[in-house]
């Protein structure tokens, strides 16, 4: 076809809007018979994602999902089997959606699979959804790789309480019997250091004992010793990140 | 009454499917699915919004001139339905026989633009009265070129009676009183009377060539009419809203629906009964093969209505699928561009044409 506009005469202008016209009722037309062709389900990551370029492009959602590639940020997911809740990644969220309670544990209370020995209860492992902001850093700094994001990404609710997904599986009874197993471990310590302070000297007891209780309160500030272990390269990076 | 009793079951029929294929249709135009839920492949789709819009409260605006507002669907309906008294639905069921059935479709079919206005300006709307303002404005761009398009075709057969048009145009061409032979492409010196061959031959577009231009200006003005794109000015959704029915809900709406898509129902039967060979069938008696005998019937009996009204609906709906087409094709035209498209080109064309056709007429015929 001759360049648009280019014939602005009287007949000109009929030829011309009857050849777009009937281009254009062509184009339309040509995509009625192509709804026979549904879209397949390639993935993003495939090479011959972009190959299909006809047929019916949407897809009927609840029932058929497109894959979603692996590597996806979407939903958080903590394995909270493996978790040795060491505030990582709730340090690091810049949107402050990760909200841990931590309970120390008297002895170690079991392995993580790749056998990291874990001494923290898990109190409380809440994430918002509704707070993330999707950038991933907590799943970079997790030491365990506990914390993953899924390819899970129809989580929407009525309500946006329902965003905070809570990933703790202590009971109530179990927690406080955690706390009471802490404290009488802190108490017996604290007579301990008492006893031994007495030995020492009389006067300064007093004020021993109520230095004792004290890491009760600053218990968000516990080091992750395991990791140090177990990736020496990761163990500097983290030093710096604490200093 | 057989004539009023179908229409009104066919157009309610008519309605259910043709909003379902217009979704489709559009969807597949698209590359989407269109309606997938209700019935197989969404087939009960538009029944189940019909079912749900009857269920709606009507509501009434605080400000809206309530009289007219109420009244406003009943009056498009009725305009557009009592157009299809006059449309002959086979040999033997003429419907209303009026003698002037082209001058009084016309005209009744114009009265809806008094229920476009009423609803308009009965919402108190501004998107409503805009979008009325616009329909009126419009109409008198449109009609001039319907009217003369028409025009040609009542020159070439002397009639306004549509039954006798069609009659004209069939392998039953003894049934008309006048001008009832048809020469192959209107050429009387070839001496090739088609009549007998009937089907697309003796269709008025054949047997008067300057007529296909006629049938592709009343075609463009027919859209316009029924308010469809690309000249949808008066609900044009980008801009306002729903236009003249912003305010409508319930069954008000559905009845405006209804009576918009009976309006293209209605234009493609007057374009079919005018241009296209009416209830006749397509094809042709060729030798031994008499298709046209066979798809015909015998008139008088009912195998002559059945055909009859087959062939009509077949053609009217092959148009009303060409205008879904088109809707979902071009982009809107604006105001100026369509008074430009009205006065400068489909006017001056539709006189040319209707010279044209008598001088063909006086000369060749």
Redesign the interface.
């Known amino acids: 076809m001759k360049r648009k506009g280019a014939n602005n005469t009287y007949f000109g202008n009929i030829t011309e809007a009857f050849d777009t016209l009937i281009s254009g009722l062509k184009t339309t037309w040509k995509h009625i018979p192509l709804a026979r062709k549904k879209r397949s389900a390639k993935n993003v990551d495939s090479d011959k994602y972009f190959e299909k370029q006809e047929g019916l492009f949407t897809v009927q959602y609840p029932r058929f999902e497109m894959p979603v590639p692996e590597k996806g940020r979407y939903q958080l997911h903590n394995e909270i089997e493996d978790c040795i809740v060491c505030d990582k990644c709730a340090k690091v969220c810049p949107v402050d959606c990760i909200d841990i309670e931590p309970v120390k544990a008297t002895e170690e209370i079991g392995k993580t699979s790749d056998g990291t020995p874990k001494r923290i209860h898990a109190a409380k492992f809440d994430i918002d959804m509704a707070k993330c902001c999707f950038c991933g850093l907590c799943t970079t700094v997790c030491p365990t790789e506990c914390l993953t994001m899924s390819q899970d990404y129809d989580y929407s609710t009525f309500d946006i309480t329902d965003h905070n997904f809570p990933f703790s599986k202590m009971t109530e009874k179990e927690i406080s019997d955690a706390r009471a197993d802490l404290e009488k471990a802190m108490e017996e310590k604290a007579a301990k250091a008492r006893k031994k302070a007495e030995n020492r000297a009389t006067s300064e007891s007093s004020e021993k004992s109520s230095e004792a209780a004290k890491p009760k309160a600053a218990k968000p500030k516990f080091k992750p010793r395991p990791m140090k272990k177990k990736i020496d390269s990761d163990t500097d990076d983290n030093k710096k990140d604490d200093n | 009454m057989i004539s009023f009793l179908f229409f009104l079951g066919f157009l309610v029929f008519y309605g259910l499917i043709a909003i379902y294929a217009e979704r489709k249709?559009s969807?597949?135009?698209?590359?989407?699915?269109g309606p997938?839920e209700v019935g197989y492949k969404g087939l009960l789709q538009t029944f189940a919004d019909i079912l749900k819009l009857l269920q709606k409260e009507h509501i009434f605006t605080f400000a809206a001139d309530k009289p007219l507002f109420a009244i406003a669907p009943t009056i498009i309906f009725v305009a557009m339905f009592a157009a299809f008294a006059v449309i002959p639905l086979s040999v033997n069921i003429t419907g209303s026989a009026v003698a002037t059935g082209v001058y009084y479709a016309l005209a009744i079919v114009s009265l809806d633009i008094l229920g476009i206005l009423m609803a308009g300006w009965g919402s108190n709307n501004k998107y409503a009265i805009i979008g009325a303002y616009r329909s009126v404005a419009q109409i008198v761009s449109y009609e001039i070129p319907l009217g003369l398009a028409v025009l040609g075709v009542i020159m070439m057969s002397g009639t306004l009676d549509l039954q006798e048009i069609s009659l004209q145009q069939s392998i039953f061409y003894e049934g008309a009183t006048k001008n009832a032979e048809s020469y192959l492409f209107g050429l009387k010196f070839l001496g090739i009377n088609v009549g007998k061959y009937g089907g697309i031959l003796s269709w008025n577009i054949f047997r008067m060539p300057p007529l296909i231009i006629g049938f592709v200006i009343f075609f463009i003005t027919s859209l316009a009419e029924s308010n469809r794109a690309p000249f949808d000015l008066p609900e044009a959704e980008s801009e306002l809203i729903a236009g003249f029915h912003t305010e409508y809900s319930g069954f008000r709406f559905a009845v405006i629906m209804l009576a918009e898509y009976g309006v293209m129902l209605l234009t493609s039967f007057l374009a079919v009964v005018l241009f296209l060979g009416s209830w006749s069938t397509p094809l042709p008696n060729i030798g031994a093969l008499k298709l046209a005998d066979w798809t015909s019937g015998t008139p008088g009996s009912i195998s002559a209505d059945l055909w009859g009204i087959f062939w009509l609906c077949l053609k009217a709906m092959t148009l009303v699928l060409v205008q879904i087409?088109?809707r979902?094709?071009?982009p809107r035209l604006r105001v100026d561009q369509l008074m430009n498209l009205g006065w400068k080109?489909l006017t001056p064309a539709a006189l040319i044409i209707i010279f044209i056709v008598g001088l063909w007429k006086l000369a060749l015929l």
Do not use: P, S, V
């Open positions: 249709i969807a597949f135009i698209q590359d989407r699915y997938m087409w088109i979902w094709t071009f080109y």
